[in-house]
T-cell receptor, first 115, second 114 residues
Framework: AQSVSQHNHHVILSEAASLELGCNYS??????LFWYVQYPGQHLQLLLK??????LVKGIKGFEAEFIKSKFSFNLRKPSVQWSDTAEYFC?????????????FGQGTELSVKP | ETGVTQSPTHLIKTRGQQVTLRCSSQ?????VSWYQQALGQGPQFIFQ???????GRGNFPPRFSGLQFPNYSSELNVNALELDDSALYLC?????????????FGPGTRLTVT
């Protein structure tokens, strides 16, 4: 069965620190990959997505992610976090040939950035 | 462009009751997916509707059912509510069957079952 695993449940960083959130997925076929963010009191928003092509994708607010097919990974990075990045981050995958095109989410990583 | 909207925002129901949650898709989108997000967990796929027909279902019992209307809005119905149904219910819309396109999420409906 397809699954998504996020390595860290809660990450605490100081402002200006670098961020890397791990994400691994389990699926043998072609996948589309996403990172969503949920700011406190707000709805899920798309940070970035990978469909094909350059495995290094850039998203909003200075975030980027690298797709490494051999490692089934799609880690999220940001060189310098800000207090406003405090939120919950979800990695998700959808299989291109999966009936219904459902998103499979990881359990989420809560990021707390200290000012 | 109007985003995805959901109603109501919050709802409290008693075990055994039935509930209907509503979702209006983003303008131009013909596909609606529903997800359940329990506290501290990632969203879990319930089902998807494409042009008024169910187009995929997750591991949820038949008491979870849905509808999509000609204007692509959608309802999620849950019968015989159980305590474990307490969660945030998210609706997401997209402009295809959702296989390769991003899904846009609404703010969710917080359901509490007592």
């Amino acid at each position: 069965a397809q699954s998504v695993s996020q390595h860290n449940h809660h990450v605490i960083l100081s402002e200006a620190a670098s961020l890397e959130l791990g994400c691994n997925y389990s699926y043998g076929g072609t996948v589309n990959l996403f990172w969503y963010v949920q700011y406190p009191g707000q709805h899920l928003q798309l940070l970035l997505k990978y469909f094909s092509g350059d495995p290094l994708v850039k998203g909003i607010k200075g975030f980027e992610a690298e797709f490494i097919k051999s490692k089934f990974s799609f880690n999220l990075r940001k060189p310098s976090v800000q207090w406003s990045d405090t939120a919950e981050y979800f990695c998700a995958v959808t299989a291109i040939y999966n009936q219904g095109g459902k998103l499979i989410f990881g359990q989420g990583t809560e990021l707390s950035v200290k000012p | 462009e109007t985003g995805v909207t959901q109603s109501p925002t919050h709802l409290i129901k008693t075990r055994g009751q039935q509930v209907t949650l509503r979702c209006s898709s983003q303008s131009g989108h013909n596909t609606v997916s529903w997800y359940q997000q329990a506290l501290g967990q990632g969203p879990q796929f319930i089902f998807q509707y494409y042009r008024e027909e169910e187009n995929g279902r997750g591991n949820f019992p038949p008491r979870f059912s849905g509808l999509q209307f000609p204007n692509y809005s959608s309802e999620l119905n849950v019968n015989a509510l159980e305590l474990d149904d307490s969660a945030l219910y998210l609706c997401a819309s997209s402009d295809s069957k959702g296989q390769t396109y991003e899904q846009y999420f609404g703010p969710g409906t917080r359901l509490t079952v007592t």
